[in-house]
Nanobody
Framework: QVQLVESGGGLVQPGGSLRLSCAAS????????IGWFRQAPGKEREGVSC????????YYADFAKARFSISKDNAKNTVYLQMNSLEPEDTAVYYC??????????????????????WGQGTQVTVSS
């Protein structure tokens, strides 16, 4: 019954912004690390950012540090990924995932696909002029 549903994807121009949402159900965010991943055509799935369940620690891939921000609203059981200064290279399907290891959010381990047990269906982000 653990479910993750991504939303907020779409078409945006280079330099624009987008906020993705990951709505969680069947579990409480306090006890899970939530990660954002993306996969472009012909490329491997890569970690973008993650946030821990215990203290809200965060970790970012190098490409995301200056432009992306992860946050969560425990009352809404939702995790967000704010993406600014988007570039065509950011075009991908974006996925959120949940790990029962609640402290992965502050670690590089939170950017590894093998750290996660539950995945959403993904939302398409296209950056194009």
């Amino acid at each position: 019954q653990v479910q993750l549903v991504e939303s907020g994807g779409g078409l945006v121009q280079p330099g624009g912004s987008l906020r993705l949402s990951c709505a969680a159900s069947g579990f409480t965010l306090d006890y899970y690390t939530i990660g954002w991943f993306r996969q472009a055509p012909g490329k491997e799935r890569e970690g973008v950012s993650c946030i821990s369940g215990d203290d809200g620690s965060t970790y970012y891939a190098d490409f995301a540090k200056a432009r992306f921000s992860i946050s969560k609203d425990n009352a809404k059981n939702t995790v967000y990924l704010q993406m600014n200064s988007l570039e065509p290279e950011d075009t991908a399907v974006y996925y959120c995932a949940a790990s029962k290891v609640l402290y992965y959010g502050g670690s590089w381990q939170g950017l590894l696909t093998r750290s996660y047990d539950h995945w959403g269906q993904g939302t398409q982000v296209t950056v194009s002029s």
